[in-house]
C-alpha cells in the first residue's frame, strides 16, 4: 500500500481500479524523408483522411438527428474542407519541396490556414479557424493511430487519474461511473474541483507529479476527498474506513433532507440567501434538493465545452428548462466565460501566453459579437419562463460594461423584431472578479444592477497565483487580507450605490468564511448545492452581531493564518 496526500477539494470517501486518463494531445513527429518517401507518405495521408471523413460522416448523422440542421452543417463544413483540392495539392507540392514527413506537411498547411483566415477582417470567415483546427487533429490522430479516449464511454465504477482534468473532458463523462478523482495538477478553485464538487464526486488534486506513472490501470485506488489522502492498493483499514464514511453518508443525506425546508438564517433571524452555482442544466434537481433559494451563478459556457458550439434555440431550451425547474426562483446566467483553462478550440480561443490573461469572457465576447447576441438572445428569450438575471464575466473597465449593455440592446431590438417576447427589465449584473473592478466599483455601480464578487478569480488576480497550478496553491490563501480588503471594498461601493451584492467564488462554500462573508455585510452567497447544508448550519448558530465583531477582527489581522485562528476560536463548526 502506497499513502499520498494531496489537495481535498470535494469531499467523500470510495475505493474502485483506476483508469488512467491520458490526455489527448498529439505528439508529433517531425522528420526528414526520402525523395523515394513521397508516394508513400501521400498514401498515408489519402488513408488518414478517408478515416477521418468516415468519423465525421458519422458525426453529421449523429448531430443532425440529435440536434437538427444547424449543427449538422458544422460537420458539412468539415467536409468540404477535407475534400478541399488545395490542402491535397499543398500537402503534395509540401511533400516534393520540403522532404519532410507528411505530419510536417500537414503542420505546416495549418499554421497557413490559421494565419490566412485569422487576419481576414470578417468574423465568420475568422471562425473558420476552430474548423481547420478539428480537421487537421482528425487527420493528424489517424495518421499516428491514436484513439481518441472519451470519458463517456466509460461502463464500470472507476477512479479517475489524471495529470490534469479539463472542465471539457468533464462535460462528457459518465458521472456515475466515476467515483472519485486524482489528478496530479490542481487547486480548490480549479474549475475541475468544482465540477467534481457539484457532480459529488470524492476528489483530491494537486498530487504533485509522477503520481500518473505510478499506478497502473486497474490497481485499486482509496480516494479521501475530505481529508485529501489517497492510498493505491488501499488495506483492511482504508476499506474499513471506506464502508463508515458511505454509513455516514447515508446518515447526512437524511439530516439535510430536514433542513431543506428550514429557512436560512441567523440566530436572531437575519434572513441570508442561500443560492446555488451550476454548470450544466441536469444540476437543477440537486439545487431543489438541497434547497437553493434561485441559482447564482449558472456558468453557461459548459454548454459549449460538450464539443459543439450550442444555436438559439439550443441554448433557448436549456436556459428555459432550468428557468422553469426553478419555478419562479432567481436564475442567474452568466454569459460565455470562456478561455484561461475553459478552452474552446472550436471558437479559436487557443495558442496563448498567458491564457488566464488573455483574450477570455466577455474580452472574447465584445468580439465575437455574433456568437454573444445569440447567446444574450436565449436568455433573453428564456426570461419569460421565470426570474432571469444576465452576469457578464470578468468585467475589468468600464468601458467593457458599457459595450456589453449596448449589444444587449441590440439583442433586445433582434428578439422584438423577430417577435420573441422578453423580459424587458431583465437585471444585468457583473462578476468582481479582477482587482480593477473591486477598485473601481464605484464607477461600475452606475452601469449595472448588481454585483457577484467572483472570489476565484478575484485572489487568483490579487495574488498572481494561477488556480490551477498546484506548485503555487500554498500562496492562494484563504483569508488574503488584500483579497478581503477588496470584497470589503465592493460590498461598500455597492451599497452606497444601492445595488445588491453577493458572492459567487468557492468561499461561500467554506462555513467559517461563511461566517466572515456575512459579518462584512453580505446576505447572499452562491455555492454548489451540496455547501448549503452545512453552511445554513453554521449560520443558524450563530448571531449577526457576532459575526460582524469576527469580521471586524479579521479585518485588523495581518495574516491568513490569524485569521483562520480567529474564526477557529470563535466559530463552532
Ligand atoms: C470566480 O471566479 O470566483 C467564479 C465564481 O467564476 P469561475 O470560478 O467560473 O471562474
Ligand atoms: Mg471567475
Known amino acids: 500500500m502506497r499513502i499520498t496526500k494531496g489537495i481535498a477539494v470535494s469531499p467523500g470517501v470510495s475505493i474502485a481500479p483506476a483508469f488512467i486518463f491520458a490526455d489527448d494531445s498529439v505528439e508529433i513527429p517531425q522528420y526528414h524523408i526520402d525523395p523515394a518517401e513521397v508516394a508513400s507518405e501521400l498514401t498515408r495521408f489519402h488513408e488518414a483522411s478517408m478515416l477521418a471523413r468516415k468519423e465525421i460522416e458519422a458525426l453529421r448523422d449523429h448531430a443532425k438527428n440529435e440536434a437538427g440542421e444547424e449543427?449538422?452543417?458544422?460537420?458539412?463544413?468539415?467536409?468540404?474542407?477535407?475534400?478541399?483540392?488545395?490542402?491535397?495539392?499543398?500537402?503534395?507540392i509540401s511533400l516534393n519541396d520540403n522532404l519532410f514527413n507528411v505530419e510536417s506537411a500537414i503542420l505546416a498547411f495549418e499554421t497557413e490556414m490559421v494565419d490566412k483566415l485569422s487576419s481576414s477582417p470578417d468574423p465568420l470567415i475568422q471562425e473558420r479557424v476552430s474548423d481547420v483546427?478539428?480537421?487537421?487533429?482528425?487527420?493528424?490522430?489517424?495518421?499516428?493511430?491514436?484513439?481518441?479516449i472519451s470519458l463517456s464511454d466509460i461502463q464500470t465504477e472507476i477512479i479517475l487519474v489524471a495529470k490534469d482534468l479539463l472542465p471539457s473532458?468533464?462535460?462528457?463523462?459518465?458521472?456515475?461511473?466515476?467515483?472519485?478523482?486524482?489528478?496530479?495538477s490542481g487547486g480548490r478553485t480549479s474549475h475541475a474541483a468544482i465540477l467534481a464538487r457539484a457532480f459529488e464526486?470524492?476528489?483530491?488534486?494537486?498530487?504533485?507529479?509522477?503520481?500518473?506513472?505510478?499506478?497502473?490501470?486497474?490497481?485499486?485506488?482509496?480516494?479521501?476527498?475530505?481529508?485529501?489522502?489517497?492510498?493505491?492498493?488501499?488495506?483492511?483499514?482504508?476499506?474499513?474506513?471506506?464502508?463508515?464514511?458511505?454509513?455516514?453518508?447515508?446518515?447526512?443525506?437524511?439530516?439535510?433532507?430536514?433542513l431543506r425546508e428550514v429557512p436560512a438564517h441567523t440566530k436572531d433571524g437575519t434572513h441570508i440567501m442561500?443560492?446555488?452555482?451550476?454548470?450544466?442544466?441536469?444540476?437543477?434537481?440537486?439545487?431543489?434538493?438541497?434547497?437553493?433559494?434561485?441559482?447564482?451563478?449558472?456558468?453557461s459556457e459548459f454548454l459549449f465545452l460538450g464539443g459543439h458550439v450550442p444555436g438559439e434555440e439550443e441554448q433557448y431550451k436549456a436556459y428555459t428548462k432550468v428557468v422553469e425547474a426553478m419555478n419562479g426562483k432567481p436564475v442567474t446566467i452568466r454569459t460565455l466565460d470562456i478561455g484561461g483553462d475553459k478552452v474552446l478550440p472550436e471558437l479559436g480561443a487557443i495558442g496563448e501566453k498567458n491564457p488566464l490573461l488573455g483574450w477570455r469572457a466577455i474580452r472574447f465576447?465584445?468580439?465575437?459579437?455574433?456568437?454573444?447576441?445569440?447567446?444574450?438572445?436565449?436568455?433573453?428569450?428564456?426570461?419569460?419562463?421565470?426570474?432571469?438575471?444576465?452576469?457578464?464575466?470578468?468585467i475589468s473597465t468600464i468601458d467593457e460594461l458599457i459595450r456589453a449593455q449596448g449589444l444587449l440592446a441590440e439583442a433586445k431590438w433582434e428578439c422584438k423584431a423577430h417577435g420573441h417576447a422578453i423580459d424587458t427589465n431583465i437585471e444585468t449584473g457583473i462578476m468582481i472578479e479582477v482587482p480593477s473592478a473591486a477598485v473601481c466599483a464605484d464607477v461600475l455601480a452606475r452601469s449595472c444592477d448588481f454585483f457577484s464578487i467572483g472570489t476565484n478569480d478575484l485572489s487568483q488576480y490579487t495574488l498572481a497565483v494561477?488556480?490551477?497550478?498546484?506548485?503555487?496553491?500554498?500562496?492562494?490563501?484563504?483569508?488574503?487580507?488584500?483579497?478581503?480588503?477588496?470584497?470589503?471594498?465592493?460590498?461598500?461601493?455597492?451599497?452606497?450605490?444601492?445595488?445588491?451584492?453577493?458572492?459567487?467564488?468557492?468561499?461561500?462554500?467554506?462555513?467559517?468564511?461563511?461566517?466572515?462573508?456575512?459579518?462584512?455585510?453580505?446576505?447572499?452567497?452562491?455555492?454548489?448545492?451540496?455547501?448549503?447544508?452545512?453552511i445554513k448550519r453554521v449560520l443558524l448558530s450563530i448571531s449577526l452581531e457576532e459575526a460582524q465583531s469576527i469580521a471586524q477582527q479579521a479585518l485588523s489581522l495581518r495574516t491568513s493564518t490569524q485569521v483562520s485562528a480567529l474564526l477557529n476560536s470563535r466559530i463552532s463548526l
Open 71 to 92: 449543427q449538422a452543417a458544422i460537420f458539412d463544413a468539415h467536409l468540404m474542407m477535407l475534400d478541399d483540392p488545395e490542402l491535397h495539392d499543398q500537402i503534395e
Open 133 to 148: 483546427h478539428d480537421v487537421v487533429r482528425r487527420i493528424l490522430r489517424h495518421l499516428l493511430k491514436k484513439e481518441r
Open 169 to 184: 473532458d468533464m462535460v462528457g463523462m459518465s458521472r456515475s461511473m466515476v467515483r472519485g478523482i486524482v489528478t496530479e
Open 201 to 258: 464526486i470524492p476528489a483530491v488534486l494537486g498530487i504533485g507529479p509522477n503520481f500518473v506513472d505510478q499506478v497502473k490501470q486497474g490497481q485499486l485506488i482509496y480516494v479521501d476527498g475530505e481529508k485529501g489522502i489517497v492510498a493505491v492498493d488501499p488495506d483492511s483499514v482504508f476499506v474499513q474506513r471506506e464502508k463508515a464514511a458511505r454509513a455516514a453518508r447515508v446518515q447526512r443525506e437524511i439530516e439535510n433532507r430536514e
Open 274 to 299: 442561500l443560492v446555488a452555482n451550476i454548470e450544466m442544466p441536469d444540476e437543477v434537481a440537486n439545487v431543489n434538493e438541497y434547497g437553493a433559494e434561485g441559482i447564482g451563478l449558472f456558468r
Open 365 to 394: 465576447c465584445l468580439e465575437k459579437t455574433e456568437l454573444f447576441k445569440t447567446q444574450l438572445r436565449a436568455i433573453l428569450r428564456a426570461s419569460v419562463h421565470g426570474k432571469v438575471k444576465i452576469m457578464f464575466p470578468m
Open 466 to 534: 494561477d488556480r490551477g497550478n498546484q506548485k503555487v496553491a500554498y500562496l492562494n490563501e484563504p483569508y488574503s487580507l488584500a483579497v478581503l480588503r477588496l470584497i470589503r471594498m465592493t460590498i461598500g461601493y455597492g451599497e452606497h450605490a444601492h445595488i445588491a451584492v453577493s458572492l459567487c467564488g468557492e468561499m461561500a462554500a467554506d462555513p467559517a468564511s461563511a461566517v466572515l462573508l456575512v459579518g462584512m455585510g453580505l446576505r447572499t452567497l452562491s455555492m454548489s448545492a451540496g455547501a448549503i447544508p452545512a
